[in-house]
């Protein structure tokens, strides 16, 4: 098998696999976590201070949440 046939094959089940990706979405996420007030007053020096990532970083590990439900709580902060 040369080169251009390799580039072929995985080009083509690089298209196969974005192609049934689009035809199984999988199902749609849950709402998001309603925010911790005290975790979001902690944070808010944090984020004046820091920005914006080192934020989510300290509400994610104070309340446990993922990166969406963090992200949308600071995101409200701003």
């Known amino acids: ?3 251009s046939t390799a ?3 995985i080009g083509g089940a690089l298209f196969l696999g974005f192609v049934l990706g689009r035809l199984n979405p999988g199902k749609p996420l849950p709402p998001a976590a ?3 007030a005290d975790a979001l007053e902690a ?3 944090i ?10 970083k300290d509400y994610r ?10 992200k949308a709580a600071i995101d409200n902060l701003v």
Do not use: N, S
């Open 34 to 36: 309603p925010p911790d």
């Open 61 to 70: 590990e104070r309340t446990g949440v993922g990166l969406r439900d963090a």
């Open 1 to 3: 098998m040369d080169a």
């Open 43 to 45: 944070a808010r020096p």
């Open 7 to 9: 580039y072929l094959l």
């Open 47 to 56: 984020l004046e201070r820091d920005g914006k990532i080192a934020a989510i």
